[in-house]
């Protein structure tokens, strides 16, 4: 028994030395594959990394704007012809014959005065005149008898040339007397109140009894006339915006109160000066208001098709960069690198600007940009997320 125990030994030694070999490979084995395994993930990881290191982003091209472009501005209305009328004589308001809103005629009358002192003062100028008038009939007969002894040697030249200027000094009285008589009567006619011109009394600021100062402009007014038939638009147009409004322009405005209903203007003259304050020019239209359905001060809505001129380029307002040193933005040439490029702006439409110079109609824009945007970096241009400029100009309103 123990000759068969010798001899089975050597063999299951072998046999164990076969298991631990196969084992051991598939222990290497093992550890080969993990680290095969974490090496690719570690090198998937880090161009994952690179990848995400750069920048996506989507691009926009510059288009030509439309041939013409809407503004839009603020604008006020105001009557063709508005007169205030002052009283040129002092007194008391006797009566008044129009109250606001009255349709009027030119030389219709509005109002009268009471003037006492002033008729009194004509009275006294006429009695003045009419004792002038005698003085003078009196020296020119007095000249004629003394030309008449002077023929005759009665009396000498000296006296007869006395009294032929007695007679011009009391004709010069009597010119002098009527001029007065004159000038009292105007006055006179200014008791009357009247209208300048056909229109519609806008305001009456006195009542009867009131006593009323000669004014010339400086007291208040008594009465305003306005002849709304025709009225007048101001609006202030911005100085980028000021080359094209040329003789000839028209204009639609529209009112809050009437919704969905225009009226047309003409361009009557501007200042031909830019305000300081506002940089803006003032430009005056001519409003046909026949009908009556606008009201002198109202405000209003003004829109203009300006004609656009020059090569300027229409990208979105989105793909600017402000920097420190001068309007920037970002292109990206064939190889997906950045470069940066001062741009100049013609026109601010709000959502979308007119560039004039800096950029080209086939550069590709970063709409977008980050902050961090350098000169020469690598982006990833995103195709699926390639916007384009509205061929068609946006409307721009100026508050």
Not at 71 to 79: D, K, R, T, V, Y
Not at 106 to 132: E, K, M, S
Not at 156 to 161: P, R
Not at 299 to 309: D, G, M, R, W
Request: glycine content about 6%.
């Amino acid at each position: 028994m123990s000759t068969e125990i010798e001899i089975n030994s050597p063999k299951r030694l072998r046999h164990l030395k076969l298991v631990s070999v196969i084992i051991a490979l598939i222990a290497a084995g093992v550890v080969t594959n993990g680290i095969i395994s974490r090496s690719r993930a570690e090198r998937e990881l880090t161009t994952w990394t690179d990848a995400q290191a750069v920048p996506t982003v989507a691009t926009v091209t510059p288009k030509l704007p439309a041939a013409e472009q809407s503004l839009e501005l603020p604008g006020q209305l105001a009557a063709f012809v508005n007169a205030p009328i002052y009283a040129r004589v002092s007194g008391y308001l006797q009566t008044w014959y129009a109250d606001i809103g009255t349709h009027v005629k030119a030389g219709q009358l509005l109002g009268l005065i009471d003037t006492p002192d002033l008729d009194q003062q004509l009275q006294q100028a006429r009695a003045d005149l009419a004792n002038t008038v005698a003085n003078e009939k009196l020296a020119a007969t007095t000249a004629q008898r003394w030309t008449q002894m002077l023929k005759q040697d009665s009396v000498s030249q000296q006296d007869a040339d006395e009294k032929t200027s007695d007679l011009v000094a009391k004709q010069a009285t009597v010119d002098a007397s009527r001029a007065n008589v004159a000038r009292l009567e105007a006055l006179e006619s200014f008791k009357r109140i009247t209208a300048p011109f056909d229109g519609i009394v806008t305001a009456r600021k006195t009542d009867i009894g009131a006593l009323i100062d000669a004014g010339g402009g400086t007291g208040p007014e008594l009465f305003a006339v306005s002849d709304a038939r025709r009225l007048r638009l101001y609006v202030n147009v911005p100085q980028s915006d000021a080359a094209a409004i040329k003789p000839g322009l028209t204009a639609k405005l529209t009112v809050p109160e009437r919704p969905g209903m225009t009226f047309d203007a003409k361009l009557v003259d501007t200042d031909d000066a830019i305000t300081p304050a506002s940089g803006t020019l003032l430009v005056q239209l001519s409003v046909d208001n026949a009908s009556g359905l606008l009201l002198p001060g109202e405000y209003t809505q003004v829109h203009f098709a300006l004609p656009n001129t020059g090569s300027a380029l229409l990208v979105p307002a989105s793909t600017l960069i402000f920097r420190t040193s001068n309007m920037q933005v970002a292109v990206i040439d064939p190889n997906n690198h950045v470069h940066l490029k001062d741009v100049k702006i013609a026109t601010d439409l709000g959502t979308h600007v007119l560039i004039a110079s800096g950029l080209s109609a086939s550069d590709r824009i970063i709409d977008n940009p980050p902050d961090s945007l350098a000169e020469g970096e690598l982006v990833r241009h995103a195709a699926t997320a390639v916007a384009t400029a509205a061929t068609g100009q946006p409307e721009r309103e100026h508050g």
